[in-house]
């Protein structure tokens, strides 16, 4: 049974930091390509940022220069890296395998960025 857990998440004021964390249970996450997803209000769920197994990563524009994916593969666990935080980075933010898979979602972590 896969289980992907965030956390991390929070209110931040504009400029602030915050570190994301999803830890994978299962069979999944050791070769898979893992990426970290957002979904805001009345919004489509986005592709934020992935990274292979070796380290290899990507960013979607918005975030590039203030966002950084990291994974850790012995702890099962990836991270979320966001500075200079603004409004539009406010969403519930998920992992998953990147193309993710329908069943791994799990419930997110909710960022607020608000003064």
């Known amino acids: 049974q896969v289980q992907l857990v965030e956390s991390g998440g929070g209110l931040v004021q504009p400029g602030g930091s915050l570190r994301l964390s999803c830890a994978a249970s299962?069979?999944?996450?050791?070769?898979?390509?893992m990426g970290w997803f957002r979904q805001a209000p009345g919004s489509q769920r986005e592709l934020v940022a992935s990274?292979?197994?070796?380290?290899?990563?990507n960013y979607a524009d918005s975030v590039k220069g203030r966002f950084t994916i990291s994974r850790d593969n012995a702890k099962n666990t990836v991270y979320l890296q966001m500075n200079s935080l603004n409004s539009e980075d406010t969403a519930v933010y998920y992992c998953?395998?990147?193309?993710?898979?329908?069943?791994?979602w799990g419930q997110g972590t909710q960022v607020t960025v608000s003064s």
């Open positions: 299962g069979s999944i996450f050791r070769f898979s390509v």
């Open positions: 990274v292979t197994h070796f380290g290899i990563t």
């Open positions: 998953n395998t990147h193309p993710a898979v329908l069943d791994y």
